[in-house]
């Protein structure tokens, strides 16, 4: 049986491990975003994409900066690739993190229980993921002209 392109890509998705014992897209896409991977926005699909070669490196969970920077890089791709236009992608870096991790049904409400301390972090992680993509779209402007 011969599968197509396509069929081969959701054959992968579909059996991958994604971290924290999640198999499969669906698993994946409801533990970190609580909802099925149908309704994830570009940003959340980004951010899974880049979890994907290596679930402990890129977990977001544990490394949010880390998470943002990632899918900030995976945006830029898309961009490239022209899947996505700029707008898109900066609209997508520019959206905070929801994750979904309290696994007894409510968001995870975060490590601290100081949520001005963690609004601030994630502002400062959106600022620069936000620098980074303007920074690359201008040197790819510039290299093409």
């Known amino acids: 049986m011969k599968m197509s392109k396509w069929e081969i890509l959701y054959s992968y ?7 924290h014992g999640k198999f499969g897209i669906e698993s994946a896409s409801l533990f970190y975003f609580g909802k099925h991977h149908s309704l994830l926005n570009v940003g959340e699909s980004a951010l899974l994409a880049r979890i994907l070669p290596s679930p402990e490196t890129f977990n977001p969970l544990t490394n949010p900066a880390r998470a943002k920077n990632s899918q900030a890089r995976v945006l830029r791709r898309m961009v490239a690739s022209g ?3 700029f707008e898109t992608a900066l609209l997508a870096v520019s959206q905070p993190l929801y994750l979904h991790t309290d696994q007894s049904g409510g968001a995870n409400k975060g490590p601290s229980s100081n949520k001005a301390i963690l ?3 994630m502002a400062d992680m959106i600022c620069e993921a936000r620098e980074n993509m303007e920074n690359w779209a201008m040197r790819m402007h510039a290299s093409k002209h």
């Open 13 to 19: 998705l579909t059996k991958m491990y994604w971290g």
């Open 83 to 85: 899947f996505i236009d």
């Open 119 to 121: 609004d601030w972090k």
